[in-house]
């Protein structure tokens, strides 16, 4: 009789040890996953930044370009052919769409040379361009594209159609804004009264 309880002693003391490592292997794992996930998470949040870091240059740049174009900086309409720089500025009598075949395949060329007005915001601090990437970098200088749209029947506003783009710190990382922009002439009457 004490051979058998030594037996089933044996027996009992095996299966702890199974089942433990069992429990170890299922921690392991579950483990291993949690860290896979945090890195994963890491990568989305650091796509998001870069995502979120180009489409501020580009809305920059249209800001920009909006700015521009209410202080009468135009100074006629051109058939534009390369870059300019936001000093001079261009509004463009060809639509960025007859330029270029995908207005979202950045950056915009005519032939092999790049097209539009490059706007390096200076204010607070200086844009960091740097087509190395790195913190705080971004790949290329923003650039903005003003097309000519006409004027309206009562001759009283000129639409703008203007499209910006803008990158995170790589080439991979761009934003495409566009948006139509009117200016508005006002009559004044300065020999009325009030």
Same mark, same amino acid.
């Given at each position: 009789?004490?051979?058998?309880?030594?037996?089933?002693?044996?027996?009992?003391?095996?299966?702890?040890?199974?089942?433990?490592?069992?429990?170890?292997?299922?921690?392991?794992?579950?483990?291993?996953?949690?860290?896979?996930?945090?890195?994963?998470? +890491?990568?989305?949040?650091?796509?998001?930044? +870069?995502?979120?870091?180009?489409?501020?240059?580009? +809305?920059?740049?249209?800001?920009?370009? +909006?700015?521009?174009?209410?202080?009468?900086?135009?100074?006629?309409?051109?058939?534009?052919?390369?870059?300019?720089?936001?000093?001079?500025?261009?509004?463009?009598?060809?639509?960025?769409?007859?330029?270029?075949?995908?207005?979202?395949?950045?950056?915009?060329?005519?032939?092999?040379?790049?097209?539009?007005?490059?706007?390096?915001?200076?204010?607070?601090?200086?844009?960091?361009?740097?087509?190395?990437?790195?913190?705080?970098?971004?790949?290329?200088?923003?650039?903005?594209?003003?097309?000519?749209?006409?004027?309206?029947?009562?001759?009283?506003?000129?639409?703008?159609?203007?499209?910006?783009?803008?990158?995170?710190?790589?080439?991979?990382?761009?934003?495409?804004?566009?948006?139509?922009?009117?200016?508005?002439?006002?009559?004044?009457?300065?020999?009325?009264?009030?």
């Amino acid at each position: 009789m004490i051979a058998r309880r030594r037996q089933f002693g044996s027996t009992q003391r095996g299966m702890v040890l199974i089942t433990a490592l069992l429990m170890l292997i299922i921690v392991t794992i579950l483990a291993v996953g949690m860290f896979r996930s945090f890195g994963l998470d +890491e990568k989305i949040a650091g796509n998001v930044r +870069e995502k979120q870091r180009a489409l501020s240059a580009a +809305e920059t740049a249209e800001q920009y370009a +909006e700015y521009w174009l209410s202080n009468g900086s135009s100074t006629g309409n051109v058939t534009c052919t390369g870059l300019v720089a936001s000093t001079v500025g261009q509004v463009c009598t060809n639509t960025l769409p007859t330029v270029v075949a995908n207005v979202a395949q950045v950056p915009w060329q005519i032939g092999a040379v790049p097209v539009g007005v490059t706007y390096a915001p200076s204010l607070p601090t200086p844009m960091n361009i740097s087509t190395a990437g790195g913190a705080g970098n971004y790949y290329a200088t923003p650039v903005f594209y003003i097309s000519y749209l006409g004027i309206s029947g009562n001759g009283l506003q000129t639409y703008y159609q203007i499209d910006a783009v803008g990158y995170g710190g790589s080439p991979d990382t761009a934003a495409v804004v566009e948006s139509t922009y009117m200016v508005q002439q006002s009559n004044v009457c300065l020999s009325c009264s009030q």
